[in-house]
């Protein structure tokens, strides 16, 4: 299901190209629809990752079409990807990592998220059972292939950052472009890696195939702080300023729905969200996947806004690895805004 979302997406490259960047500059039929409460194209980088959860399911509750906005939900494997849709004009929006907000503004690129969907980033970095014995913590990270979910991506970023701070240089890590799901949990079973960083449900199956171990946990926000430092908002909506500016009412009513998504998810059990899921999801199975989401709830905000202490534990992490924004200044204030979840609450 989900690779006929993704070709289809493919397949209609050129148009949503065509439509997005008429759209950016807000005088196009296009951007026009849009302002209306028309069609809006949201990328997400793995629909089926629970870290991202709140997409799909603010689709399946309805709250969109309550809204008078017609989202269209695609998918890439990776943040990093759906990152470049949204730069290159195919889609108006992306729900992936608040960090991507800093990388593109040291590219000279304006981006804000409009929603935080979560104050940690849900990842863990799993060992394999095989490689357990020699990788007991980030500090052995030393010569080891490490899976992300692609190279730029999120993960990328964290996984350098845990070796970084744990005294092992990035030149001395070999990270491979993994995907999640069962591509991530191949390339550990064949041992093309000897640890990774996933999410769920992905950590679910894998410790329940006993594929491997979890090194660091940061599903919760003491598991972040534990990790990070601090508070380390992830999952976000996220929109180039200039066109979120130029269409505030439909960003309003996608802040509407998404805050009302987040408070239905904080009075319902994991079952229950499960439940609203496409089946397709739960490919380890139904129990495993409600387990999968009771074990990432924690990183969710209630109410979409970003934490005060979170923008600067990000841009430490990012700074102590990457030369490019190691020398560059940024202005935190322009990666985020409450405009549109102040007036949602």
């Known amino acids: 299901m989900r690779k006929n ?4 997406a493919v397949s209609v490259a050129a148009t949503l190209a065509l439509t997005s960047l008429s759209a950016c500059g807000g005088g196009s039929a296009a951007s026009d629809e849009a302002k209306s409460g028309g069609k809006v194209k949201i990328m997400v980088g793995g629909l089926d990752k629970v870290i991202y959860l709140p997409a799909m399911l603010t689709k399946r509750l309805g709250y969109f079409k309550d809204e008078g906005v017609d989202v269209e939900l695609l998918t890439e494997p990776a943040g990093v990807q759906a990152t470049t849709s949204l730069v290159s004009g195919d889609v ?8 991507h907000t800093l990388d593109l503004q040291a590219k000279g690129k304006q981006v804000e998220s409009v929603v935080q969907l979560s104050h940690a980033p849900g990842e863990v970095e799993m060992v ?11 500090k052995d990270f030393k010569g080891k292939k490490l899976g992300v979910t692609g190279l730029g991506s999120s993960t990328d970023f964290l996984t350098k950052y845990l070796a970084v701070h744990n005294g092992v240089p990035t030149n001395q890590i070999t990270p491979v472009a993994v995907g999640a799901g069962q591509t991530f949990i191949s390339a550990l079973k064949k041992g093309s890696i000897q640890g990774g960083m996933t999410t769920e449900p992905t950590v679910s199956q894998v410790l329940d195939k006993k594929l491997g171990k979890v090194l660091v946990d940061m599903r919760t926000p003491e598991g972040s702080k534990k990790a990070l430092g601090g508070t380390y908002p992830s999952s976000s909506l996220y929109m180039n300023t200039e066109w979120a500016n130029s269409h505030k009412e439909t960003v309003q009513k996608l802040a509407n729905a998404f805050v009302k998504t987040l408070k239905w998810m904080s009075k319902h059990t ?4 499960a439940a609203k899921m496409p089946s397709d999801y739960a490919q380890g199975g139904k129990e495993l996947y409600a387990q999968s989401i009771k074990n990432t709830l924690p990183m969710f905000t209630t109410d979409g806004v970003m934490p005060a202490d979170g923008p600067r534990t990000v841009e430490r992490v990012l700074k102590a690895f990457n030369p490019n924004l190691k020398n560059t200044t940024i202005d935190l204030k322009k990666t985020y805004t409450t405009e549109f979840v102040e007036k949602a609450k």
Do not use: N
Request: hydrophobic share 35%; proline share 7%.
């Open 5 to 8: 979302a993704r070709l289809a």
């Open 92 to 99: 108006q929006g992306v729900v992936g990592f608040y960090d």
């Open 128 to 138: 394999s059972t095989k490689a357990a014995g020699d990788i007991t913590s980030p």
């Open 270 to 273: 994991p079952e229950e969200i």
